[in-house]
């Protein structure tokens, strides 16, 4: 017999009461004709074209269920699937007119259970229960992320060093050019010397690290970003362990980095992690503060 923990079965008792409270064991969801999984695939369509990977990416599906999903639909005449004019290689996804009209529906329908769930409470239980969903929404989904190590040159990995560059560009008292910090990145962080990591929710980059070969013994830390949204969530931690173990892996028992006074959340949880300060080892334009930690003596990355 399986041993039961009180977390697990808090999080399996509101899996059941919540499922049963929304509709979720009915056939027809939302008394749409639909089931739930339907219901949810039909809602991220949306009113735009999307194509197939971006929803198998973004809701987490087996390719043969979301084939079968997506007749479903088109049986329906809610949605119609073919060739991306722009990629022969991809499949688009868009609405139809009886689709949008059942994306309304919907979205009208969600809206109505979700203010019938909230209406019976009091402001302050309303805002309790606004906080803790928010709160749990956050961590079932960092619980969920995948972090993967990709080509820094990848579109996954660009997307994500795109919404760093951005970050710093914003936070930086001088602003900051991508151009040249970027010259010589890709080449550095490829297997063997070094490696890039993506952390992905939905099909979306959250965060994302890089770690290169910087000495004999000693790797360097760099790009290191966490999307705003999930600061708070831990996984600038799990990211920060995932580079220190890929220098562990290539024999690099030295970890360095360096940031910048702005980036006062990263310098916190460098300092947390047992990082220490040291003297300036490199001639970063944009950097103020420099790093070490000896991943040996500490047992990190172990």
């Not at 059942?102 to 019976?120: F, G, I, M, N, T």
Request: net charge positive; glycine share 8%; proline share 4%.
């Amino acid at each position: 017999m399986v041993a039961r923990h009180a977390d697990t079965e808090i999080v399996r008792r509101f899996n059941r009461s919540y499922t049963q409270r929304i509709g979720a064991l009915e056939e027809s969801f939302l008394g749409l004709g639909l089931p739930l999984a339907a219901a949810r695939l039909l809602f991220e369509i949306g009113a735009e074209a999307t194509t197939v990977h971006t929803l198998r990416a973004r809701l987490g599906l087996d390719s043969g269920y979301l084939s079968r999903l997506l007749r479903q639909l088109e049986a329906g005449r809610l949605v119609v699937v073919a060739a991306d004019p722009d990629d022969g290689r991809r499949r688009s996804v868009r609405l139809t007119a009886a689709g949008r009209a059942a994306w309304r529906k919907l979205d009208a329908r969600s809206e109505k259970l979700a203010h019938q769930l909230v209406e019976p409470l009091t402001e302050r239980q309303r805002h309790r229960l606004t906080e803790a969903l928010a709160t749990a929404d956050l961590l079932v989904r960092a619980a969920t992320v995948r972090l993967e190590v990709v080509d820094p040159a990848s579109p996954m990995a660009r997307a994500a060093l795109g919404h760093y560059y951005a970050e710093l560009d914003r936070r930086f008292s001088g602003g900051f050019d991508a151009g040249q910090a970027t010259a010589d990145d890709a080449p550095a962080m490829r297997a063997p010397r070094g490696a890039f990591v993506v952390a992905t929710s939905d099909g979306e980059p959250v965060a994302c690290g890089g770690m290169q070969t910087l000495a004999p013994g000693v790797a360097e830390l760099k790009r290191m970003w966490v999307h705003e949204a999930w600061r708070g969530a831990g996984l600038g931690s799990r990211m920060l362990r995932r580079l220190e173990q890929a220098a562990v892996e290539r024999g690099l028992p030295v970890v360095r980095l360096d940031t910048n006074s702005a980036l006062t959340e990263a310098i916190a949880m460098y300092q947390r992690a047992g990082y220490r300060a040291i003297e300036r080892y490199n001639d970063n334009p944009y950097a103020r503060h420099w790093f070490e930690k000896d991943l040996a003596a500490t047992g990190a990355g172990a």
